[in-house]
Structure formats: structure tokens, C-alpha cells
């Protein structure tokens, strides 16, 4: 079965500067996606950005950029100029390729606080 | 232009009664899913519809089901709730491989 793993319950930032989230996953799947979802307080989980296995080049959308490391299994996601509006809970996801419907495998979030 | 919907956004229930969470979409997805979310823990997936086929998951305790009457709808329902089904309950769609939709949840307490 696959796991996601967010080693940090909590994160603090500065508006602003640059912050780091880190996420690690297992599978012994070759294809799947990975995904980064933000949950803001009371609110619903929306995607912020999802990476291919299969592409070597890290996806980015605008100030949010991922670090895919395929080998090490691990998949950070950069955000830079953090603003106020990027406080929320952050979630690492995993799914695999060929089942179209399956859900997500999640991590277990990284609350992320941007102080002013 | 909300496109999933839940209701409630709080739900509370007695120890054994019996109650149903409503989810809705006008995205016309075919894919639609249930998660449980317990406090500071991993959205869990219970199932999910694909169309009309239902997809349980191995480890969704049977007090948990679910219909889906049309496209637009999908309901879940807990036979006998317990303290341990205390949760926020997402609800998520999506047409393809990439990017599901969630609605805002369900905060079922239970007393």
C-alpha cells in the first residue's frame, strides 16, 4: 500500500520570504501522480499544483514550485514571496496511474503560518 | 458558482442514530467521492462512485454506506454512528486522472 509522509505538523513564515514543505511517499509503482492541495481554515481543499512520475521536470505555478526527487522519493513543495493568503493547511497526495477513479492517498498536512 | 456542494456544514447526531450526509456538484462529473478526515489525521477515502459503479474500500467499516440516485448526487449514510465517527466528512469529484474537486465537508459530531 502506499504512504505519504509530512514530517512537519507546523510551519512558521514571514511574509514574503520562502518556505519549504517536505513530503516523502512509497510505492512500489513506476507511474503516478503526485499532488499538493491547500485546505485554508473552514474552507475547501483545493489543488495548488501536481507533478507526473513519468516527467523529469518539476512543475511550477507561478510562486509555488515542487522538487520531484523520483529516486529518493520525495517531493517538496517552494513557496516563494509567501503572502497572508497562503495560510492554510497543506496537503501531499499520491495517486496512481491506470486507475482512473482511485482517490487520494494524503499525508497528514503541514499547517503553514504566515506572520506579517 | 459553487460547484460541490455539502449539507450540512455541521451535522450532530446521537450515539446510534442514524444519519445522512448530502453531497452535490454541477460540474457533471462522473467520479465522486467520500473521505473521512479525523482531527489533525490523513483525509481517509471510504469509496467512491464511478457513474453507477460503487467502489467500496477494504477497510470502510460496514455502518458506512453510500447511494448516489443521478449524476449530481451522492449521499452518505452512517447506520449507527459512534464516538469514533466523529470526523470531517469530505466529499470529492472528478472527471479523468488529475485534479479532484472537494467540497467544504460535513463536521459531524456525535453525542
Known amino acids: 500500500a502506499q504512504t505519504v509522509t509530512q514530517s512537519q505538523p507546523e510551519m512558521s513564515v514571514q511574509e514574503a520570504e520562502t518556505v519549504t514543505l517536505s513530503c516523502t511517499y512509497d510505492t512500489s509503482e513506476s507511474d503516478y501522480y503526485l499532488f499538493w492541495y491547500k485546505q485554508p481554515p473552514s474552507r475547501q481543499m483545493i489543488l495548488v499544483i501536481r507533478?507526473?512520475?513519468?516527467?523529469?521536470q518539476n512543475a511550477t505555478e507561478n510562486r509555488f514550485s515542487v522538487n520531484f526527487q523520483k529516486a529518493a522519493k520525495s517531493f517538496s513543495l517552494k513557496i516563494s514571496d509567501s503572502q497572508l493568503g497562503d495560510a492554510a493547511m497543506y496537503f501531499c497526495?499520491?495517486?496512481?496511474?491506470?486507475?482512473?477513479?482511485?482517490?487520494?492517498?494524503f499525508g497528514k498536512g503541514t499547517h503553514l503560518i504566515i506572520q506579517p | 458558482d459553487a460547484m460541490v456542494i455539502q449539507n450540512p456544514r455541521y451535522q450532530v447526531t446521537q450515539f446510534g442514530k442514524p444519519v445522512t450526509l448530502s453531497c452535490s456538484q454541477t460540474?457533471?462529473?462522473?467520479?465522486m467521492y467520500w473521505y473521512q478526515q479525523k482531527s489533525s489525521q490523513a483525509p481517509k477515502l471510504l469509496f467512491h462512485?464511478?457513474?453507477?459503479?460503487?467502489?467500496n474500500e477494504a477497510d470502510t467499516p460496514d455502518n458506512f454506506q453510500s447511494r448516489r440516485p443521478n449524476t449530481s448526487f451522492c449521499f452518505l449514510d452512517i447506520r449507527s454512528p459512534g464516538l469514533g465517527d466523529a470526523a470531517m466528512y469530505l466529499c470529492a469529484t472528478s472527471e479523468g486522472v488529475y485534479e479532484q474537486y472537494f467540497g467544504p465537508g460535513t463536521r459531524l459530531t456525535v453525542t
Open positions: 507533478q507526473e512520475a513519468y516527467k523529469q
Open positions: 460540474l457533471n462529473h462522473n467520479v
Open positions: 497526495a499520491y495517486r496512481r496511474t491506470g486507475g482512473g477513479a482511485d482517490g487520494l492517498t
Open positions: 462512485y464511478y457513474d453507477k459503479d460503487f467502489n
